[in-house]
């Protein structure tokens, strides 16, 4: 059984900094494209990054890019998202998804909020 388990979400003040966590288990975690989606209050799912099986390649939405850095440790069968600069806007709660953001399999979330 696919698991997804996220951690790390906070409120935090506008400009400043989380790390986000997900523990993978149940399937081959370096055999796996991984991705970030999140999810605003009263809004659609909205692709964050995804990163490639080995960690070589990674693409941002334009929404984050030069602020947040995806990562994965396959020996710890763990996927991160570094936030920084965080905005208002970054409010919502962030999923890991196996596979690219458009995949089912994702896990229960954690929640930002970014608010003075």
């Known amino acids: 059984e696919v698991q997804l388990v996220?951690?790390?979400g906070a409120l935090v003040q506008p400009g400043g900094s989380l790390r986000l966590s997900c523990e993978?288990?149940?399937?081959t975690f370096s055999g796996s494209f991984m991705s970030w989606v999140r999810q605003a209050?009263?809004?659609?799912l909205e692709w964050v990054s995804i990163i490639n099986?080995?960690?070589?390649?990674?693409t941002y939405a334009p929404s984050v890019k030069g602020r947040f850095t995806i990562s994965r440790d396959n020996a710890k069968n763990t996927l991160y998202l570094?936030?920084?600069?965080?905005?208002l806007e970054d409010t919502?709660?962030?999923y890991c998804v196996e596979g690219p953001p458009s995949s089912p399999t994702r896990g229960q979330?954690?929640?930002?909020?970014?608010?003075s």
């Open 6 to 8: 996220e951690s790390g």
């Open 24 to 27: 993978a288990s149940g399937f």
């Open 41 to 44: 209050p009263g809004k659609g």
């Open 53 to 58: 099986e080995e960690g070589t390649a990674t």
């Open 82 to 87: 570094e936030m920084t600069s965080l905005k």
């Open 92 to 94: 919502a709660s962030y």
């Open 109 to 115: 979330g954690t929640q930002v909020t970014v608010s």
